[in-house]
């Protein structure tokens, strides 16, 4: 790791429960700027939850997060200004029906003044160009295919400047032919220098993307290093276990 | 039939008026109750859940005539025993208030139940983008909700505008019991009710037209 680089998520003892059930029992992880991070592992292991507690989506119970400086667990720090800079993805898309692409991408940029209307428009064709979309400005979500759903998607978090990117599963609730599409725009996110946690079942997207690859399970990071390490030649018997079964 | 409505035409037209503004006022003030118990009832806070639930479950649990009674008889007399302070209220007052609290217990139950069928994927979208959730609510939850709110809100309306007549009770003069009174004058039940029945019938059926025409253009441009 590269240990010059600015560390833009600071994970420390993250711990969390809901109600008794502990999903994530002692995180500990440092993601370094314009680093992308893979999060593997079986389902119910927490690595969404570990995900959504970046941007404070699930309240933590117990450690501590701090992305870009500011401590998510201090009840000083507005949320909002954060997750302003935190950009997220997620496996149902959520993108606003009753808005038309433009708007859903407009909502937010115009909403909090980070830009005049001209401005955020200006801002949104550039990112629709950058996703393929620029022919879709007015259509509306449902007349979208699921892939190009989520790279609306992806352009609409790109519109509010993030320096961090996060991915819930982005493939996942897609059609096989359409999960190309998405990764190929993922790809040139990273290849910009974009800061990006992705959770992701797509071991192939990992192993040509990722800078460095977690393999959660029950609560921890079981194993942890480059793609070349952790896919190619795991060491604990969970993840082998793991990847025997998904390749 | 002819000299009935000749003769007492216009003292039931003037009657529908007084039921219309009655149900105008009530469904007004319905409304606001509805939204504010609506949105107490769906925020994350405990303490708001509750007192949104209590006045729902009370209200509910309440005949309105009960409702009514109490409102008009009930409240002067604590006033005045009980305060030692005057306290009047009209029949429109006493009747407004009942119909919006009857109204707007269960107008919160439309609420809080459209904005629950919201997928909470669009909250945490809105919420991930940096907007507060007050805004996200606005922007992105409470526009979806709506849509699928309508259709009960309209059949809310509806029952609500036939309620106003069991305000006859408390002496304000719409339309049934204005009917009571012609019918005292000219012993004339069948043709009178019949003609308070058809203009029920009329004002509701125009009413509904009305409303499914404003549902139509509401759902147009999407899908």
């Keep these: ?247 | 039939m002819i000299q009935i409505l000749s003769k007492y035409g216009q003292m039931l037209l003037f009657a529908m008026g007084q039921t219309l503004l009655l149900a105008l006022w009530g469904l007004f003030f319905a409304c606001i109750l509805g939204m504010i118990f609506g949105l107490l009832s769906v925020v994350r806070n405990k303490v708001c859940n509750v007192i949104a639930s209590i006045f729902v479950d009370v209200i509910r649990g309440v005949p309105m005539i009960v409702l009514a009674y109490f409102i008009f008889f009930g409240l002067p007399y604590a006033f005045k025993n009980f305060l030692g302070s005057k306290m009047t209220l009209t029949a429109l007052q006493a009747g407004t208030a009942a119909l919006a609290l009857n109204c707007g217990a269960y107008m919160a139950e439309i609420i809080r139940a459209g904005i629950q069928s919201v997928d909470p994927g669009q909250m945490e979208a809105a919420r991930s983008l940096g907007l507060p959730y007050w805004r996200a609510m606005v922007r992105v939850v409470l526009p979806q909700a709506i849509r699928t709110m309508i259709p009960s809100i309209i059949n809310q309306f509806i029952i609500t505008l036939k309620d106003t007549s069991i305000l006859s009770v408390i002496g304000f003069p719409e339309l049934v019991n204005t009917a009571k009174n012609v019918i005292a004058i000219s012993f004339k039940s069948f043709e009178v009710w019949g003609i308070v029945a058809v203009m029920y019938l009329i004002v509701i059926t125009i009413l509904s037209k009305i409303a499914k025409r404003l549902e139509r253009r509401l759902n147009r441009g999407r899908k």
Excluded: W
């Design chain 1, 1 to 247: 790791m590269d240990a010059n680089k600015n560390v833009k998520i600071h994970v420390s003892h993250l711990q969390k429960s809901f109600g008794k059930l502990e999903v994530l029992k002692d995180i500990s992880y440092d993601v370094h700027e314009g680093e992308v991070v893979v999060i593997i592992g079986p389902s119910g292991s927490g690595k969404s939850t570990f995900l959504r507690c970046m941007n404070k989506l699930e309240e933590i119970s117990g450690g501590e997060i701090v992305v870009d400086g500011h401590n998510l667990t201090d009840r000083h720090v507005d949320i909002n200004k954060v997750r302003e800079n935190v950009g997220m993805v997620f496996q149902h898309f959520n993108l606003f029906p009753h808005m038309n692409v433009m708007q859903n991408l407009m909502l937010a940029p115009v909403d909090l003044k980070k830009a005049t209307k001209e401005k955020a428009r200006e801002r949104a064709l550039q990112m629709l160009r950058k996703v393929g979309m620029e022919d879709k400005a007015e259509a509306y979500p449902d007349q979208l295919s699921g892939g190009q759903k989520q790279r609306v998607a992806i352009a609409r978090a790109l519109c509010m400047t993030p320096d961090i990117m996060l991915f819930d599963e982005p493939t996942s609730a897609l059609d096989p032919e359409m999960v190309g599409e998405v990764l190929q725009v993922m790809k040139q996110l990273a290849a910009d220098g974009m800061t990006m946690v992705i959770v992701t079942h797509e071991m192939g997207f990992a192993r040509e993307v990722a800078d460095r690859v977690l393999f959660m399970d029950g609560g921890y990071i079981v194993e942890q290093g480059t793609p070349q390490e952790v896919l190619l030649n795991p060491k604990e018997p969970r993840t082998i276990d793991f990847l025997n079964k998904v390749l």
